[in-house]
């Protein structure tokens, strides 16, 4: 099944989850040049209207946060973030920001309508338009929800089945399958969040050496659970800890399903067991084939 159609069958076509999100904007002839040097995309190869997912990582490579970067224009971008990061993320920006030529305004709150991809939506309905985290969604921002979903004629479905989704894609969440102390190959967003073509960013050096000399301790990978379980239960393998249940879902496809982030030892295809539930799950690759 392809990711538009999984979205589908999820969502449902002609409907859309209404979520939150905070916006900041970063403004000013040195706008590209900060933001390069700060984030893990290459933000300078994008043209007006482009866009990419992007992390900001401390000194020593480990997620601060996540973010959507639009460039609106030649000196402008905005960063599309959660609404629970806005603040820090601004804090960030304002801490390395020392005598370049710019303007961090924000955050300020918006509405985030997801919707599977390919969706009507009337030219100029939504203030942005893009590429959904969730493979196979488009995310509407948007000053008025309703407005939105009036003009583009979607109904609201439940938040939940944007999660399954989620979980089923294997899309790690910040402040749930990683925090500030993780690292980029930990949580597998090296492929989708880093460029390892452009220059120096912050945190650069970690990056580069899990990816080219050595191997993280641990990796994201799902779990094909015997029974639904809480997020939070310990995972054991050979009688050891091996990690925590992070998120949890009721896929149509596959059943009780969960995220963990397990010790490199723990392979794909093994079994292992979870707090609270009797029987064994099984460790897949992710996102859930």
């Not at 076509?13 to 893990?40: K, N």
């Not at 959660?82 to 955050?107: K, M, N, T, V, W």
């Not at 492929?191 to 993280?216: M, P």
């Not at 393998?237 to 009721?250: F, K, P």
């Amino acid at each position: 099944m392809t990711a538009v159609r999984a979205a589908e069958s999820l969502i449902g076509p002609g409907r859309a989850v209404v979520g939150a999100s905070a916006l900041v904007w970063v403004e000013g002839p040195d706008a590209e040049g900060f933001l390069q040097g700060l984030l893990t995309a290459d933000v300078a190869a994008l043209g007006p209207g482009g866009d990419a997912y992007s992390l900001v990582l401390d000194n020593r490579g480990r997620i601060q946060g996540d973010m959507r970067v639009h460039r609106d224009g030649q000196d402008a971008f905005t960063l599309v973030l959660e609404p629970g990061q806005g603040e820090a993320i601004a804090e960030i920006l304002h801490r390395y920001h020392f005598s370049e030529d710019l303007e961090i305004i924000g955050p300020e709150p918006f509405a985030l309508l997801s919707a599977a991809a390919g969706a009507a939506v009337p030219e100029g309905a939504a203030d942005l338009v893009l590429p959904g985290r969730v493979p196979g969604t488009v995310d509407l921002v948007t000053g008025d929800a309703e407005a939105l979903l009036a003009a583009a004629g979607l109904a609201v479905v439940p938040a939940e089945a944007l999660e399954t989704l989620r979980v089923e894609s294997g899309v790690p969440r910040f402040g749930v399958d990683m925090g500030t102390s993780t690292l980029v190959q930990e949580a597998g967003l090296e492929n989708v969040a880093v460029s390892f073509e452009k220059g120096c960013y912050l945190g650069q050096e970690t990056v580069a050496r899990a990816q080219h000399r050595g191997r993280v301790n641990r990796r994201l990978r799902g779990l094909l659970l015997p029974a639904p379980a809480a997020a939070g239960a310990e995972v054991h393998h050979q009688g050891r800890a091996a990690g925590r249940l992070t998120s949890v879902a009721a896929s149509p496809a596959h059943g009780p399903i969960g995220l963990a982030t397990l010790r490199r030892e723990v392979p794909p295809g093994g079994e292992v067991g979870v707090e609270g539930l009797d029987g064994t799950a099984r460790v897949v690759e992710l996102p859930f084939g």
